[in-house]
């Protein structure tokens, strides 16, 4: 009698491999998204503040964004920049960031010369009435932006951030994150003072 030929074993499925497979795809795609992140937060070298705004230099999007109620100030409308040297300031008062700014923005409301308001940007009413109760208003008006399509058209990045606009609406100065002594003295004084044609002080 003869022997049955040898059968080789079954091959495993594909579809076993490609299970295996998905953790490490899924770890390859985390891995990929926090290596963009860096990236972008230091693009060739550079501080992401630095990187200029495609806005820089145009007409800044118009504003029609409601007043934060309770804040006994008015919304932010193209009317409340309309021809002043104007800082708009992006805050939130869930931003730490935008805690640790917001001395240096209660100074610079002593300028007469400038003009500083606000986006409150997808923050909770009491909160901000909250965050301004305690740390003081340095804005003329405030408008509140509860899903960020204002944020979106003025191409913000990440909060604080602020647009130093001139009277006829250009936007002449952008910066990404708090201010600090650096920023106000390499950046936004001597933004403030070409555009009012006076002498860096």
Known sequence: MTDAPDVPPPRRGFGRYAVALIPLIVFGGIAATAAKMLY???VHG???SEIPSALLGTKAPS????PLEGANLPGLTDAAIK???TLVNVFASWCIPCREEHPILKELAKNGRLN???INYKDKNDNALRFLGELGNPYAAIGVDPKGQAAIDWGVYGIPE?????????ILYKRV???DEVSLREGLFPAIEKALGTPNS
Not at 63 to 66: G, H, K, R, V
């Open 162 to 170: 602020s647009y130093l606009v001139a009277p006829d609406g250009t």
């Open 40 to 42: 972008d937060q230091d």
């Open 46 to 48: 550079k501080d992401i």
């Open 63 to 66: 504003l029609n964004l409601p």
């Open 116 to 118: 500083i308001v606000a």
């Open 177 to 179: 994150g708090p201010f």
């Open 83 to 85: 021809g002043k040297l």
